[in-house]
């Protein structure tokens, strides 16, 4: 007879099938104290978000915009629908930003199981397997798309000993970003001169913030984007020590491109991100910004970037972030 693991509330992977779609998490509206939480938490200049006189200025409209990493924040969360019984997440690919999300914007998340695939039991570690989970966000307003993309979860199994059958193959995260791919998502009638900023780079060029920041208030920040997952809640969970949510890394990193990139206006998508190492609270982290590509869309530029991030442990950098993402802006 199978024994259930005493852990939290599923699902967990053996309850999963593949085309299976998860009953939703609440919808959430995003307004200013949302963004002002986020705000104090990562602390992000993108200057499109802070001032409505700038957002009018760039976009045509006055009514605040949020900033796209809390909404990619939101989603996540309510993503979190299928991890409650995770013990990590592995990769985000192919997030695509469908246009701008504006104060007041109700979100809604579809989360539908992609994949699966049933890892090795081994005596040395609770029994697992990862999951592909294909999401959706869109506007309840007017039902319109918001993000889409992958990311992969490793999960607890409720039964140590079941073997499922499950080996899909989950594909790969390629990190090569191909801007002309990206033409489509650049906003439409923006104009990104305002932002303008002597602080021009050369492609293939690196400079690190000088700024270090951080992880502080990691728990407001799981609980403001309804994240459910236990490990970024209860140290219990994550083997003695809370595990940061990733996004928290991502924020700041986000911060701190926006710090050395002032003409950004927006983000438009990410083609990878990978989490290399874990991230507690107290954590001080640095980040590396190479700009990899650049092209004219629209009004403005395209800038393909990575930055990563590293931890500093007793005076020994361990990487944590490594993210290839797609900006806008003068």
């Known amino acids: 007879m199978l024994t259930p693991v005493k852990q939290p509330t ?65 989603s996540i ?3 979190t629908v299928a991890t409650r019984a ?17 104060h007041g914007a109700t979100l809604e998340t579809t989360v539908r199981i992609l994949g699966l695939r049933q890892l090795t039991h081994r005596p040395d570690r609770p029994a697992r397997g990862l999951a592909l989970l294909g999401i959706r966000t869109t506007s309840l307003g007017n039902g319109e798309p918001v993000v889409e993309y ?29 801007l002309a791919d990206w033409t489509n998502h650049a906003p439409a009638g923006w104009d990104p001169s305002p932002l303008t900023h002597d602080n021009r780079w050369e492609i293939g060029t690196t400079r690190t913030d000088p ?10 920040l799981a609980r403001l984007t309804q994240n459910l997952a ?22 700041l990193a986000q911060a701190s491109l926006n710090r ?9 998508g990410w083609q990878a991100c990978n989490h290399t190492g874990p991230v507690h609270e107290g954590d001080v982290l640095s980040f590396n910004h190479t700009l990899i590509d650049e092209q004219p869309a629209g009004a403005g530029n395209m800038r393909a970037v990575r930055v990563t991030a590293e931890a500093d442990r007793n005076g020994t950098a ?13």
């Open 77 to 79: 969360g309510q993503s």
């Open 260 to 268: 050395v990139m002032p003409a950004n206006a927006t983000t438009l």
């Open 230 to 251: 236990p490990v970024h809640r209860d140290p219990a969970a994550g083997g003695g020590q809370r595990l940061v949510y990733g996004g928290h890394t991502i924020g």
């Open 10 to 74: 599923g699902p967990f992977f053996d309850d999963l099938t593949v085309g299976q779609v998860l009953d939703p998490a609440p919808a959430m509206t995003i307004g200013p104290g949302e963004a002002a939480t986020y705000q104090a938490i990562c602390g992000d200049p993108l200057a499109t978000c802070l001032s409505s006189t700038t957002a009018e200025a760039v976009t045509g409209n006055p009514t605040m915009l949020v900033n796209p990493a809390l909404v990619m924040h939101t």
């Open 211 to 220: 700024l270090r920041d951080t992880i502080t208030s990691a728990p407001e």
């Open 150 to 178: 992958e990311r992969c979860a490793m999960l607890h199994m409720r039964h140590p000993e079941a073997e499922t059958g499950h080996n899909d193959d989950l594909g790969e995260v390629s990190h090569e970003i191909n």
């Open 86 to 102: 995770v013990i990590a997440n592995l990769f985000y690919r192919d997030v695509a930003l469908q246009g701008a999300v504006r």
């Open 318 to 330: 361990v990487p944590v972030l490594d993210w290839h993402l797609v900006v806008w802006g003068a």
